[in-house]
């Protein structure tokens, strides 16, 4: 098959995977409705925490971030761990899959933030990286409670921990490419956060208005 064919057969897998809305399911199987209907509207793990079921945030986060890990370790070894291609066919389909749970096309393209599919993808594909990562968020959201600054905090870290951790450019290429949607999936959060509005971490169940 043909490089382009390669590559555009990874990003599709990857984001039909990603596009999974998991949170969704999981509240809607649990009793809660329509997660879209509470707290933030978000289809992510935060969100789900607001419904005051830690279990299924963290059954969402666990499958958000597989979901994007797998879809990336999947196009690696079907292509082939010692083909040349095997490398760009795994960064490109899980970059698909955080762009699939952002914007999934069984949604609307209204997904979630990318921030547990950005985890599970770099952790897969290159771990220390995203398990520095991970103590900074752990370190953000202990001391300020606010989930978005930890995840911000963590997401503009990685290019530079990259940039001296990763295997090549490359990943640090396409790693910067999605901390930069990290980043802009996150635009209304920097607002309130620069307001002082924002919501801090909380286990209590928040209905929408």
Known sequence: MPIAGVYLLSGLFGYVIGSIPFGLILTKIAGYGDIRKIGSGNIGATNVLRTGNKMLAFLTVLLDAFKAGVAAIIAKYAVGVENSMCVTAMLIAGAFGVLGHNFPIWLKFKGGKGVASTFGFILVTC???????FAIWLIMAFTFKYSSLS???????????SYFLAPTMEYTFVYTLIVLLVIVRHHANIKRLLRGEESKISLKKQHKE
């Open 127 to 133: 771990y220390p990286i995203a398990l520095i990562a």
């Open 151 to 161: 995840a911000l905090t963590a997401a503009v870290c990685v290019p530079l921990i």
